[in-house]
């Protein structure tokens, strides 16, 4: 009988999301009997580029360009985002057909018109690479080399991650479908559910509207033993996680829908009388980014008025 290679799964996450890792690893073991590997990629050597324009947006943008390699450039593998929850086999998404690509990504952006109209959301969502089936054995991609192709003027950030301009067209393949990266939405199709606004990240932030699946997901590994409550709470003591989630988790459940609203305004004044800052660290790398940035400009315009 052949052995049957493990499906092996590339989360991005920076310290503020590691507890979705595990959570989103039960999700996807929980629905398949293949063997699954999942790899956190948290704080990668990754090189910064000189421009602080092209620089990651998150601590994990360059990660998925990071997979061949460790990978060992063999076999396949799958990039995903730690803000995910899987629903079916994962198999349907692995065994999706290359047809000669080297890189399948999502093909389409549905449900657009109400996702966007929730607080927090983009004003238009864009096709995604937050899931990614890779051919490894194919791709030659070392981050350095990817970096240095900035450095050099060749791209730049928007190119790299949303044209994935490191590949020729006819090497990208668009064929994940959206059901496998379901942005802010769910129904009973849905194969994955991306909590892609961190704004409305049901760990972060009350109200949520399919914040209660993720709650249903962590419930079942406390009963289980599969996480220790002892890591959410100290996450929460932490600021990663809003201190109102031990709530929600353990109650909301029981509470009758009519009843919500109210429950969710309890819980958010909770936290604010916690002092609770969501993404606290997340914003402030933003701001030392846009920092740098406004630095590097200023720069470059005495430089040009010499």
């Known amino acids: 009988m052949k052995h049957e290679e493990p499906i092996r799964v590339f989360v991005g996450v920076d310290r503020s999301q590691l507890l979705a890792v595990p959570v989103l690893e039960y999700s996807i073991k929980r629905h ?35 997979i061949p390699k460790l990978a060992g450039y063999r076999g396949k593998a799958i990039y995903m985002d730690a803000d995910m929850l899987v629903f079916r086999d994962i198999r349907e998404l692995w065994n999706i057909p290359f047809d000669g690509a080297k890189v399948v990504i999502q093909k389409e952006v549905k449900f657009e018109e109400q996702t966007t109209a929730k607080a927090g959301a ?51 393949k668009y064929g994940v479908p959206f059901e496998w990266n379901s942005l802010e939405h769910w129904d009973p199709e849905t194969r994955l559910i991306h909590y892609t606004d961190v704004y409305t990240q049901p760990w972060t932030a ?51 829908a009519f009843l919500h609203a109210s429950w969710d305004r309890m819980n958010a004044a909770r936290d604010r009388a ?24 200023a720069s470059l315009a005495k430089e040009t008025q010499r």
């Not at 704080?43 to 994990?60: A, E, I, S």
């Not at 060749?154 to 020729?168: F, N, T």
């Not at 009963?223 to 031990?246: F, V």
């Not at 800052?277 to 590097?296: G, L, M, S, T």
Request: with cysteine; hydrophobic share 35%.
């Open 122 to 172: 983009p004003k238009k969502r864009k096709k995604q690479c937050a899931v990614m089936l890779l051919d490894c054995e194919r791709l030659d991609w070392d981050i350095e080399r990817i970096v240095q192709g900035m450095d050099e003027g060749r791209y730049d950030y928007e190119q790299l991650m949303y044209d994935l301009c490191v590949l020729r067209e006819d090497e990208i």
């Open 206 to 256: 009350v109200g949520n509207p399919f914040g209660y699946l993720w709650f249903d997901e962590v419930r079942r590994m406390l009963d289980e033993g599969a996480l220790d409550a002892a890591k959410l709470q100290e996450d929460i003591r932490l600021g990663y996680l809003r201190p109102s989630l031990l709530r929600d988790i353990r109650w909301r459940h029981r509470i009758p």
């Open 274 to 297: 916690a002092g609770y800052v969501p993404h606290r660290e997340v914003y402030k790398a933003k701001r030392v980014r846009q920092q740098a940035i406004e630095a590097y400009q």
């Open 32 to 66: 398949t009997t293949a063997a699954v590997e999942v790899v956190p990629m948290l704080d990668l050597p990754v090189p910064t580029p000189r421009d602080p324009r092209n620089g990651q947006r998150t601590n994990f943008s360059f990660s998925r360009f990071c």
